[in-house]
């Protein structure tokens, strides 16, 4: 497991509170026929998956039951194969049964982030590239996705339009040049990291002179790429700008674009097409 930044307590707090609230209503109709007597249940992965969102698991549970106990058998990042009781957990029957729900969604969406980061990690391993997300999120759900993406190996790219500057084709058109539009950005945002996307190697060079934090080849060819690492490698070390690589990456393009020596790609996939580890929660022992 790789060491990664936990996620923001007041983030877990607001998104567990915004979801319980969706889904309770006014109150559980259907818990209020289950005797409130201590109960028990046992969360069980049935197919392999890199584990995530405990916190907010744990969270949605906390919230209607404060004094459940919930043992896990994984850590946050293992990799769990199919058949694996991830926890157990003790509490009031009722509020297992209304929270079961709301936390399985959670760790379920979680989880194929990170387990769909980790298999794009994997598939660039010996290269030096990072595995970076995007901005193409669920709606409300950046802070939690981004931490699982984290979890699996991979890289955030900037949270919103707040922490980086990010010229692109608009940006160059409104200035007049690329060198303008750099120059402009680091005038009025001089503290942010500046990532400049170029759609030529004539752009490459400029944005390589002016400097910057980070340059996306957008959409270049195999040819023009492996020329744009060639140039950008051509400045010394201390002075080397990191190349990023966006648009058209899949598993089947992946691996040949690392082996060009690019520094980062960048992939909308791994949040933005979210397939969900199936989980589930009974209430019970679990098996033996």
């Known amino acids: 497991m790789s060491a990664f930044a936990p996620p923001p307590t007041d983030a877990v707090a607001q998104d567990v509170a915004r979801a319980l609230a969706e889904d309770l209503g006014d109150g559980d109709v259907t818990a ?19 584990v995530c969102g405990r916190p907010w698991f744990d969270a949605c549970h906390r919230a209607l039951d404060p004094q459940v106990r919930i043992d896990w058998h994984v850590a946050e990042g ?12 003790q509490g009031r029957a009722r509020a297992l049964v209304s929270a079961e729900r709301t936390s399985l969604n959670f760790l379920q969406t979680l989880s194929g982030t990170a387990t ?53 084709e608009n940006h160059v058109r409104a200035a007049g040049s690329l060198t303008a539009a750099i120059r402009t950005a680091r005038a009025l945002h001089a503290a942010l990291p500046l990532i400049v996307e170029v759609e030529s190697i004539e ?31 051509e400045l010394p070390p201390a002075r080397r700008i990191p190349l990023e690589v966006s648009g058209g990456v899949d598993m089947a393009t992946l691996r040949a674009i690392a082996e060009d020596g690019v520094d980062c790609i960048s992939i909308g996939a791994l949040t ?14 679990p098996p033996a």
């Open 32 to 50: 209020a026929l289950l005797p409130d007597i201590a109960d028990q249940a046992y969360l069980l992965c049935k197919e392999e998956a890199v």
């Open 78 to 89: 293992d990799r769990a194969k199919a058949g694996t009781v991830l926890a157990t957990l």
């Open 116 to 168: 769909t980061t980790a298999a794009y990690v994997d598939a660039v391993g010996g290269t030096q590239a990072k595995i970076l997300d995007t901005r193409k999120t669920i709606p409300g759900l950046r802070q939690a996705q981004k931490y699982a993406v984290r979890v699996g190996g991979g890289v955030n790219h900037r949270m919103g339009l707040f922490d980086a500057v990010m010229l692109k």
């Open 203 to 233: 752009q490459l060079r400029e944005a390589l002179h002016e400097g910057c934090d980070r340059i996306l080849i957008d959409d270049f060819d195999a040819a023009m790429r492996r020329e744009a690492v060639r140039i950008a490698h």
């Open 272 to 285: 933005k097409h979210v397939r969900a580890i199936d989980l589930s929660l009974k209430l019970g022992p």
